[in-house]
């Protein structure tokens, strides 16, 4: 139980472009849902916290206007990097709680963007 | 300061012996929770173990296990009989149950190779 999935897993676009990348809960629904960006051979960083039905709370040194989060459902949550630049190229992950005693955070399998 | 802190970089076991993988967390949240994830090279952060700040037992799931040394702020992860599959970066995380954000706060890892 518990799954995650992110699509797409890998995307490669040009720059100026928007990408679209969707989390989905599999098996549970989630009123929360985290975005975190991995830049390579580093730890993962919390964007924002995609919250069902009301806007996102970011992070500070995070641009909400370039990342755009909606979460739509309880069991969708979608990230879209608009007007992409190489700096954006990272490995975006996602995450989410079933809820209860632990809440344990249930990852997806992760985007990597790549702007050329 | 940083909340979670893994010291080792990277660390070598040879195949079937044990070995421990350093966490140290840094919170004034009475109530907290610590996880263990897996991270291969395929990018996926798969849960390994939790355990709550006021546990009385140290967390045990199979062949890892949870080190918990609360007054030294300690969370170390114990995995038995290493595996070649279990050669990944290993990310310690801490939530914050206080804030009631439920967002992971993540170690800089430790890389784990398992030698045959």
């Known amino acids: 139980g518990a799954v995650v999935s992110q699509h797409p897993s890998r995307v490669i676009c040009k720059s100026g472009t928007s990408v679209k990348i969707e989390c989905r809960s599999l098996?549970?629904?989630?009123?929360?849902m985290f975005w975190y960006r991995q830049f390579p051979k580093q730890s993962l960083m919390l964007m924002a916290t995609s919250n069902e039905g009301s806007k996102a709370t970011y992070e500070q040194g995070v641009e909400k206007d370039k990342f755009l989060i909606n979460h739509a459902s309880l069991t969708l949550s979608t990230l879209t990097v608009t007007s992409a630049h190489p700096e954006d190229s990272s490995f975006y992950i996602c995450?989410?709680?079933?809820?209860?005693?632990?809440?344990?955070?249930?990852f997806g399998p992760g985007t990597r963007l790549t702007v050329l | 300061a940083q909340k979670i802190t893994q010291t080792q970089p990277g660390m070598f076991v040879q195949e079937k012996e044990a070995v421990t993988l350093d966490c140290t967390y840094d919170?004034?949240?009475?109530?907290?929770?610590l996880f263990w994830y897996k991270q291969p090279s395929s990018g996926e952060m798969i849960f390994l173990i939790y355990?709550?700040?006021?546990?009385?037992q140290n967390a045990t799931e199979g062949r890892y296990s949870l080190n918990f040394q609360k007054a030294r702020k300690s969370a170390n992860l114990v995995i038995s009989a290493s595996q070649l599959g279990d050669s990944a970066m290993y990310f310690c995380a801490m939530r914050e149950d206080q804030t009631g954000a439920n967002n992971l706060f993540f170690g800089t890892g430790t890389r784990l190779t398992v030698i045959p």
């Open positions: 995450s989410a709680s079933p809820g209860g005693g632990t809440d344990t955070q249930y």
């Open positions: 919170t004034s949240d009475p109530s907290y929770g």
């Open positions: 098996d549970f629904q989630a009123t929360t």
């Open positions: 355990q709550g700040s006021y546990d009385q």
